[in-house]
């Protein structure tokens, strides 16, 4: 079993930055790829970014490159997201989660673990 934890959301005006934290214990060596996905009320859960553990390949969704970096560290188990420039349209809530491959990262159904979530507010 692996548990992820996020940390850092939070209420932010726009063009602000925030910095999430997913922190990984338990099984955590299971994990090969990390995500970060959020989810906006009365929408799908859509991807962000992901990052794969050895290689450090990330992926972007085209709505936030050139704004967040995801990034790992793998002797704290865990993986980050530095966002900047954000917008109201970035508000949701912010889910970490992780997978065994590296195939189909922006796919939810590709993530096995996932945490709690943390609410990240983007205001005008």
């Known amino acids: 079993q692996v548990d992820l934890v996020e940390s850092g959301g939070g209420l932010v005006q726009a063009g602000g930055s925030l910095r999430l934290a997913c922190v990984a214990s338990?099984?955590?060596?299971?994990?090969?790829?990390t995500g970060w996905f959020r989810q906006a009320p009365g929408q799908e859960r859509e991807f962000v970014a992901a990052v794969t553990r050895n290689t450090l390949s990330t992926n972007y969704a085209d709505s936030v490159k050139g704004r967040f970096t995801i990034s790992r560290d793998d002797a704290k188990e865990a993986v980050y997201l530095q966002m900047n420039e954000l917008r109201p349209e970035d508000t949701g809530v912010y889910f970490c989660a992780g997978a065994a491959g590296a195939r189909e990262v922006s796919d939810k159904y590709s993530y096995f673990s996932w945490g709690q979530g943390t609410q990240v507010t983007v205001s005008t």
């Open positions: 338990g099984l955590s060596f299971t994990i090969y790829t």
